[in-house]
């Protein structure tokens, strides 16, 4: 009886772990590709306003070079 347990409680542990039960893109491939690309640009819009907002886009206005800054 132990080992019937066991094992239903196994076979419901891994058999959680197979696969979705409801996926997230569409069966249709090209409503798939659409829904892809949405997230795509989606993930790139977000890439753009992660350095926005730290401040990444903006120019540097350092001189590439060191400089003595005193009167030669």
Known sequence: MRRL???TLLA???SSNV???MPIYDADPAVRARQLI???EDLRN???EWHRFW???MPDH?????THG???
């Open 5 to 7: 347990i066991l094992a």
């Open 12 to 14: 419901i542990a891994l």
């Open 19 to 21: 696969g979705c039960f």
């Open 38 to 40: 949405y997230t795509s």
């Open 46 to 48: 977000l890439r753009e």
């Open 55 to 57: 401040f990444l886009d």
């Open 62 to 66: 350092q001189t590439p070079y060191r």
């Open 70 to 72: 005193g009167i030669i």
